[in-house]
């Protein structure tokens, strides 16, 4: 007897749940595999549009054909589960060795290895999805029952599979790969082939063979013949299939005008893909028992016209409302997080492409039940239409990737398209339906609609959304082309005349001063430290600028390589900064991916420059990873020197330094260099990794004088503010010992599993600024050979005066460092701060969030007080944004005007009480209002609703030794040093919180340590001198107050501290000269009054001493100090009551 709880299971409702679920696992490893080996791919066969075209072709094709193959066994076989689970099992352990199979592809070298890459490539991937093409049909003939066809249970097993797969894509793109990397993420995967396996065998365990085909009942056929039917399902198929995937590539370039080169965005298109089709899939059951080949013609004029009508709504939006055109920005809950992007790709993508998903989805299920209409063809036939559809599939990605640029723009790709989906409609209803006026009608109106909309669309949209990301009032457009590879534009700033040069929409290089500097220093530091280079290579082409430098240097020849020939057209826009360097005859475009060209070349360079977009880029990640670098390393000659340009924008801290700590694993004897300066749009920098090969690095200063002395090199350095030895070695920033201290603890990137790219744990805390790097700053001294004392002596200087830079005091820069030529480019570029936003916001009256660009621009930029009117008006036109509103209340708080900045961050506390960020700025208002208990509460509350606000922590220390709860900020700042052990701002403060405790020697071992991380910074240099003067270090807390000094010459509170530590040294006439400096800065400084006024007593000068002791007494009546010195005088200040200028003559 069967026991109840199995006999339940051979009902057909317990049966079909396994095989539901069964088929959800299935989909969802298949997507995991798809997602993470063509991860692996990238290294082997490169970035190249070609390339991903023929690695997702090789999957599609793969699908296809085992489907094929699991549709005949379908037919043939009594238990097709078990098959299927045998199918699961070998592809789950198959998963668990292709990445090393994979990533091992690229140890075969040289150029004709190439080809055997690609290959073996094709073949490690068609075989597994072969397994994965076989699992649909095996599933649905399990599923389908004894006389039924399988238009009942394609679409729900469609849609599970494609569920499944959604799910599969999402987790693997957001998390999978960053968080275990290719392998790892891979071989976990592979437990959903095995749980599906599991399930497909619990199944078979209570389902009856599947009866021969003969004892099934026919159901009443069509009235056409089945092979015409067949035909038209099959072609049909075909055509959905080339349609949806050409539809990808087009969805794909149009999403990098709005979200860049950003990792998630892809990942975000193929799960909305895919979920589209998943519910398309699902609804189709509601329309089983319809004519399918009406509603497989209507699916498809559908979809024509849907992926018109989404292109143009999602167009529509970007240029008329940006990039942000739901203004997320402005949200209480995303503005200033890192994961905001994330957000805007969720929001945004469904307009473009769920519709046409959702219609694709229900289409290939109505297809396939035209096709297998008998059900003893089942399995048979949902394998010839899958295949067919991922023939198609193959096909319109390859096409796509081959017409896309050459044949179609984007815009006409998209009705190109649209018709031939179209023309397939009518002719799927020609064909199955009576030959009449009705039926070439219905036939007719797809066509009709899209040529309609191909009327009232406008022309040219893609351009237009370019134009509308990056200003259409300011920016003229000089060039804009659609290529194969992307769309690169050149546009030029009608305010400024400056020039970007942008790929999908993101800049690249514009002709900036520190920018073009930066890529200026990027082509000549190799062949300057390099003592005679002959043969270079250069990845990524960019505006030619670094490549232009390079070829400044009596180079044979250099090879650049860059993934798109369009980008040498835009760069003929840029052949002032780049020198006319592609008319160079030694100059070598190849049109390549960059690691793919090292690594089939035999050849051997003694400088490499790596010109690499940003880390964050989707498509860069390979070009930051140890396996590169150490590529790179192998293919330069001994001696060779690289260097990398590596931004700091747009990276955390902790990012940054992976990228450093990684270059260092194949570089251990690396230096880092930096430019850093000042634009119309504040302070920037770009760092430069620089590696050598087979020794540690030596500099020649004469070596380097020597070539800047041929007029060719020095004019195109001298352009940018670099017409010296000591002005290009004051980019210097560490060695080898010290960048491994700073990074130490961080983790690198490898191929099989870049960090950087996505949203992690690393992203999160301080973003990367350029005084981040004083923290590791440290002299070139150890590196020069052969340099004369006044040639080291003016290296040092120069390097006192580029730090300064580096720390944001330009102005004392140029007064220490009167021969430093970049400063004044510096001051010059900072002038045209408040014309250029005054400009801006003139072009852009009725634009809120120009008004809020103009706003906090000029509050950050030195013009706070210009900067209130376009707050006002931006508040005018939305007085309602949250962001807008914090901001406003940030600039009142910097203005002093701390009780009508805690007014409106209070309003906006009571709109929005959840929002951690209002309650950061809260609380530092409060805090400086000198409420430390409140503020300690408003902190509190900003690190209940997120806990990873640094700023707020942060805060939260300086209220709790404020309010003197030591054990409470101690816990405070041991958190915060966890999370960042290279926080000056935090050794400060337990710097200040031992001394509040008494420890007076570590708060001194504290502040020098928070002081050498932040040389430049006078409150931490003020508070060191304190404590050294405690503890009786007189010369050393003069040295500390001196140093201040040096860099703020007018800080009172510096003058006081010096005058202090020379009186307590009993050095009066030195104190005197010191004090009257602090009531020459503030003359209502009481101390200041105090010691002059002791310092003259002790110089007999008693009058002088009188009047000071008086100025005191006005100042502080009743002052018992002031009081005891003038009864030490025997005088007092009746003489002068009438006057209130007590100052001492």
């Known amino acids: 007897m069967v026991p109840p709880v199995f006999a339940a299971f051979r009902r057909w409702p317990f049966r079909r749940a396994p095989i539901i679920v069964a088929a959800l696992f299935s989909g969802g490893a298949s997507l995991a595999y798809e997602v993470a080996w063509s991860r692996a791919l990238v290294v082997p066969l490169g970035n190249a549009s070609d390339a991903a075209a023929i690695v997702l072709a090789a999957f599609m094709i793969g699908i296809g054909a085992g489907a094929w193959i699991g549709g005949e066994w379908a037919e043939r076989t009594r238990f097709p589960l078990r098959i299927y689970a045998l199918m699961e099992l070998l592809l789950g352990a198959y998963a668990v060795v292709a990445p090393p199979l994979l990533s091992s592809l690229s140890q075969i070298p040289g150029e004709s290895g190439a080809l055997l890459r690609r290959l073996l490539a094709l073949l490690l991937i068609a075989l597994p999805c072969l397994a994965m093409g076989m699992s649909l049909p095996l599933l649905v003939r399990a599923w389908t029952r004894k006389g039924r066809t399988l238009r009942w249970t394609v679409g729900l097993a469609y849609a599970a599979n494609t569920a499944g797969a959604a799910m599969g894509a999402w987790i693997t793109g957001y998390w999978g790969l960053a968080l275990l990397g290719v392998a790892r993420w891979s071989a976990l995967a592979a437990l959903g082939s095995f749980s599906a396996a599991f399930l497909a065998t619990l199944a078979e365990s209570f389902r009856p063979s599947t009866p021969p085909p003969d004892s099934l009942s026919p159901e009443i056929l069509p009235q056409t013949t089945p092979t015409t039917v067949q035909r038209l399902a099959g072609l049909a198929t075909f055509i959905m299939g080339f349609v949806v995937l050409a539809n990808e590539v087009l969805w794909t370039r149009v999403l990098t005008f709005v979200f860049g080169h950003d990792t998630y965005a892809f990942a975000t298109m193929l799960a909305v893909v895919l979920v589209g089709m998943a519910l398309g899939g699902a609804l189709h059951r509601l329309v089983a028992s319809a004519d399918q080949a009406a509603w497989t013609a209507g699916l498809l004029g559908g979809f024509s016209v849907a992926s018109l009508v989404s292109f143009w709504l999602a167009a529509h939006l970007v240029i008329h409302f940006g990039r942000d055109p739901f203004r997320l920005e402005s949200s209480p809950y995303l503005a200033g997080s890192v994961f905001i992007e994330i957000f805007r790709e969720l929001t945004f993508t469904p307009l473009l492409l769920f519709l046409p998903c959702l219609l694709a989805g229900a289409a290939f299920p109505a297809a396939c039940s035209l096709y297998a209409h008998r059900s003893e063809s089942v399995g048979r036939g949902l394998g010839r239409v899958t295949f067919v559809n991922g023939l198609g599939s193959a096909l319109g990605a390859i096409t796509t990737s081959l017409l896309l640029g050459t044949v179609f723009s984007v815009q006409g790709a998209f009705f190109a398209l649209a018709i031939l989906s179209a023309l397939m409609a009518a002719v799927v209803l020609f064909f199955t339906r009576p030959r009449c006026f009705r039926t070439a009608g219905w036939a007719l109106l797809p066509i009709a609609a899209v040529g309609l909309l191909a009327l009232w669309i406008p022309s040219a949209m893609p351009r237009a959304m370019l134009l509308a990301t990056v200003g259409p009032r300011h920016q003229t457009l000089l060039h804009y082309e659609e290529a194969r590879t992307g769309t690169v534009s050149v546009v030029e700033n009608r305010i400024n005349q400056e020039r970007q040069l942008l790929m999908n929409g993101i800049n690249e290089v514009t002709t900036r001063l520190v920018h073009d500097q930066s890529f200026k220093v990027l082509g000549h530091l190799a062949p300057l430290l390099h003592p005679n280079p002959k043969k270079g290579v250069m990845i990524c082409l960019g505006a030619g600028i670094s490549a232009g430098a390079a070829l400044a240097h009596p180079l044979d020849s250099l090879d650049v390589v860059d993934l798109s020939s369009a980008v040498a057209r835009g760069a003929r826009y840029f052949e002032k900064q780049n020198r006319g360097v592609l008319d160079d005859p030694r100059f070598h475009l190849h049109i390549d991916d960059g690691r793919q060209y090292l690594l089939n070349t035999s050849e051997r360079f003694d400088v490499a420059m790596i010109d690499s977009t940003h880390p964050k880029a989707v498509d860069s990640w390979i070009l930051y990873t140890v396996e590169f670098y150490e590529l790179v390393r192998d293919r330069l000659s001994e001696g060779g020197i690289v260097v ?57 200063p004469a070596q380097i004088a020597a070539k800047l002395r041929d007029s060719t090199i020095g004019k195109d350095l001298a352009d940018w503010g670099v017409e010296s030895v000591e002005e290009l070695l004051n980019l210097f920033i560490a060695g080898p010992a010290s960048l491994e201290a700073w990074t130490r603890g961080l983790p690198v990137q490898h191929d099989d599993r870049p960090m950087i ?119 005018a036109l939305r007085p309602e944004d949250y962001r807008f509103r914090l901001d406003y209340g940030h600039w009142l708080l910097g203005l002093g005007r701390g009780k009508e900045a805690i007014e ?146 007018q800080d009172p509170a510096g003058w006081l501290g010096l005058a202090d530590a020379m009186a307590a040294s009993k050095r009066w006439a030195e104190a005197a000269e010191s004090y009257a400096k602090v009531l020459e800065l503030d003359s209502v400084s009481v101390a200041a009054a105090l010691g002059l006024g002791e310092s003259l007593e002790k110089l007999q000068r008693n009058d002088s001493a009188r009047d000071a002791f008086c100025l005191a007494l006005h100042l502080q009546p009743g002052q018992q100090r002031a009081q005891a010195g003038l009864k030490r005088l025997e005088a007092d200040c009746s003489g002068n009551a009438s006057n209130d200028d007590h100052t001492p003559k």
Do not use: C
């Open 644 to 700: 990398q340009w590596l931004p700091l924008h747009g990276l955390s801290e902790r990012e940054f330094k992976m990228i450093v700590r990684t270059f260092q694993q194949a570089f251990p004897s690396m230096t880092l260099w930096a430019n850093v300066g000042f634009e119309t749009y504040g302070q920037v920098g770009y760092a430069k990794l620089v590696g050598i090969r087979g020794r540690p690095l030596a500099i020649d």
């Open 904 to 1049: 409106v961050l209070s309003s906006l506390r009571d709109d929005v009480p959840r929002a951690a960020l209002v309650h950061y700025n809260l609380g530092a208002a409060v805090l400086a209002s000198g409420e430390a208990g409140a503020a300690a509460g408003h902190f509190e509350t900003a690190l209940g609703y997120d806990d990873t606000l640094y700023g707020a922590r942060i805060g939260l220390a300086r209220a709790r030794i404020a309010l003197s709860e030591e054990e409470k900020a101690q816990r405070a700042l041991a958190r915060s040093q966890a999370d960042n052990p290279w926080d000056e701002d935090v050794m400060h403060l337990w710097g200040i919180l031992r001394t509040r405790q008494g420890r007076w020697e570590e708060a001194e071992s504290l502040l020098r340590k928070a002081h050498r991380w932040a040389p430049y910074r006078s409150d931490i240099l003020l508070d060191l001198g304190r404590v050294q003067a405690r503890r009786g270090n007189l010369r050393d807390a003069e040295k500390s107050y001196v140093l201040l000094l040096r860099y703020a010459p």
């Open 757 to 875: 790219p996505y949203r992690t744990a690393f992203s999160l805390g301080r973003r990367m600024v350029p005084a981040r790097l004083l923290a590791v700053r440290e002299p070139i001294s150890p590196w020069l050979v052969k340099a004369s004392p006044d040639q080291k002596q003016a290296i040092v200087r120069s390097a006192e005066g580029q730090g300064l830079v580096l720390g944001g005091l330009l102005s004392r820069a140029r007064e220490l460092d009167v021969s430093n030529h970049s400063v004044p480019l510096y001051e010059h570029q900072i002038a045209t701060t408040l014309p250029y936003y005054e400009a801006l916001a003139a072009l852009y009256p009725d634009d809120a969030d120009r008004q809020f660009e103009a706003a906090t621009q000029l509050a950050a930029l030195g013009h706070p007080s210009h900067a209130g009117r376009y707050y006002e008006r931006a508040l």
